[in-house]
Nanobody, 125 residues
Framework: QVQLVESGGGLVQSGGSLNLSCAAS????????MGWFRQAPGKEREFVAA????????SYADSVKGRFTISRDNGKNTVYLQMNGLKPEDTAVYYC??????????????????WGQGTQVTVSS
């Protein structure tokens, strides 16, 4: 059984930083992309960033490019999302996910098979 556990969310002032973590367990993830998505109240879940598990190739939504960095530690089966320059519009529940579309970087949530429970990020103005 695949399990993804996010942590690192919280309340931060505009311009601040947070580092989210997603610990994966239950099976091997070699070649699988992992992604971060977010969902704000009343809005649809949207793509934030993705990374090939063992390749290092990354993809970002335009709204976070240059501010957020996705990375991974294969030894710890953990993916991170370093968020700098946070804005109030970044406020959302952030989810990590694993896809079965090997060696791709899908941006659609439909292409991800396993999801974490989410962690709240709130940015005050």
């Amino acid at each position: 059984q695949v399990q993804l556990v996010e942590s690192g969310g919280g309340l931060v002032q505009s311009g601040g930083s947070l580092n989210l973590s997603c610990a994966a367990s239950g099976r091997t993830f070699g070649g699988r992309p992992m992604g971060w998505f977010r969902q704000a109240p009343g809005k649809e879940r949207e793509f934030v960033a993705a990374i090939i598990w063992n390749g290092g190739t990354t993809s970002y939504a335009d709204s976070v490019k240059g501010r957020f960095t996705i990375s991974r530690d294969n030894g710890k089966n953990t993916v991170y999302l370093q968020m700098n320059g946070l804005k109030p519009e970044d406020t959302a529940v952030y989810y990590c996910a694993v896809s079965s579309r090997y060696y791709t970087l899908p941006r659609s949530s439909d292409n991800y098979d396993y999801w974490g429970q989410g962690t709240q990020v709130t940015v005050s103005s």
